[in-house]
């Protein structure tokens, strides 16, 4: 079946540190890619999406690319605000828009130190 | 976006209890909603998918009678687990799809139960 691998957390970084969360799946035929972010006594938000290969999802200075090649859809940002800070869900798809539900990894805990 | 309102946040009952959870979307028509369940350090999983007026469709492994989900309204799914053990202990979340040209998800703020 299909499933999700990110790096367990806590990631403890400084302000303005670059950030990498690494995501890989495991899924038949081609997801659709999700970043999902869940700040603290809020609900999840879809924070960028990628629907096919080489696509690269952006937002809020966020950035991941749908590697199919490495089954990878790492989460990237060049400078990072203590306002980053929450935990961030890797989640894929096989219906494209999560009709069917999403596969979600284990989330990993981000904190970002003044 | 849409918003969509779980309540309560957080619960604790006795054992062999019942609880229900409710999942509000309040600003649009959800014909399709999920139950998703988080224990400590591990994924969501997904439980169930009901949509409006249908019975709930359940993830192998989930017990339909245990956690029975209703879906009488495009605006309110709920979720109640009957007689609670502490094993049920654990974090619930609900998302909704609907009328949003997006297809996109979106995600109540959860509720954390604990079965004393």
């Known amino acids: 079946g299909d499933s999700v691998t990110q790096m367990e957390g806590p990631v403890t970084l400084s302000e303005e540190a670059f950030l990498t969360i690494n995501c890989t799946y495991t899924?038949?035929?081609?997801?659709?890619l999700f970043w999902y972010v869940q700040y603290p006594g809020e609900g999840l938000q879809l924070l960028l999406k990628?629907?096919?290969?080489?696509d690269k999802g952006s937002n809020k200075g966020f950035e991941a690319t749908y590697r199919k090649e490495t089954t990878s859809f790492h989460l990237e940002k060049g400078s990072v605000q203590v306002s980053d800070s929450a935990v961030y869900f890797c989640a894929l798809s096989d219906s494209g828009g999560g009709a069917d539900g999403l596969t979600f990894g284990k989330g990993t805990h981000l904190i970002i130190q003044p | 976006g849409a918003v969509v309102s779980q309540h309560p946040s957080r619960v604790i009952c006795k054992s062999g209890t019942s609880v229900k959870i409710e999942c509000r979307s309040l600003?649009?028509?959800?014909?399709?909603m999920f139950w998703y369940r988080q224990f400590p350090k591990q994924s969501l999983m997904l439980m169930a998918t009901s949509n409006e007026g249908s019975k709930a469709t359940y993830e192998q492994g989930v017990e339909k009678d245990k956690f029975l989900i209703n879906h009488a309204s495009l605006t309110l799914s709920t979720l109640t687990v009957t007689s609670a053990h502490p094993e049920d202990s654990s974090f619930y979340i609900c998302s909704a799809t609907g009328t949003r040209a997006t297809g996109e998800l979106f995600f109540g703020e959860g509720s954390r139960l604990t079965v004393l």
């Open positions: 600003d649009f028509q959800a014909t399709t």
């Open positions: 899924a038949t035929g081609y997801p659709s």
């Open positions: 990628a629907t096919k290969a080489d």
